[in-house]
C-alpha cells in the first residue's frame, strides 16, 4: 500500500498564502500524475491541479489559475501547491493522490478523483473572511 504524506495544511486570512506538500515515500510505485484534490464540507470531491513527474506539465481548474502552483521535486519524491490570494471559498480539506496517465490522460481526465489509485490522509485548509 502507498502512503502519500501530506503536509502543511492551517489557517489563514483571506488574501494570504500557504503552502501544501506531498511527499510519496521512496517512490515504490511508479506513477505518471500527481494531483490535488480538495472537498469541503457537504460538497464533492474538487480537482484543484496537477503535475507530471516527467516534464513538469501543469494543469489547473479555472478557479485556482493563476493564484495556485503545482510544481514538484523530482529528488524529493515531492509535490507542492503553493496557495496565494486565499479566498474564504478556497476553505476544504485537500487531497493529493497519484495516478497513471494511461488513465488519466492528459486533459479533462486529470480532473476525475476515480481515475486515481494512491490518495493522502487530507490537510484541512481554513481561509478566514
Known amino acids: 500500500q502507498v502512503q502519500l504524506v501530506e503536509s502543511g495544511g492551517g489557517v489563514v486570512q483571506a488574501g494570504g498564502s500557504l503552502r501544501l506538500s506531498c511527499a510519496v515515500p521512496?517512490?515504490?510505485?511508479?506513477?505518471?500524475?500527481m494531483g490535488w484534490f480538495r472537498q469541503a464540507p457537504g460538497k464533492e470531491r474538487e480537482f484543484v491541479a496537477a503535475?507530471?513527474?516527467?516534464?513538469?506539465?501543469?494543469y489547473y481548474t479555472d478557479s485556482v489559475k493563476g493564484r495556485f502552483t503545482i510544481s514538484r521535486d523530482n529528488a524529493k519524491s515531492t509535490v507542492y501547491l503553493q496557495m496565494n490570494s486565499l479566498k474564504p471559498e478556497d476553505t476544504a480539506v485537500y487531497y493529493c493522490?497519484?495516478?497513471?496517465?494511461?488513465?488519466?490522460?492528459w486533459g479533462i481526465g486529470l480532473a476525475v478523483a476515480n481515475n486515481y489509485d494512491y490518495w493522502g490522509q487530507g490537510t484541512q485548509v481554513t481561509v478566514s473572511s
Open positions: 503535475i507530471r513527474w516527467s516534464g513538469g506539465s501543469t
Open positions: 521512496g517512490r515504490t510505485v511508479i506513477r505518471d500524475v
Open positions: 493522490a497519484t495516478a497513471r496517465l494511461g488513465s488519466t490522460g
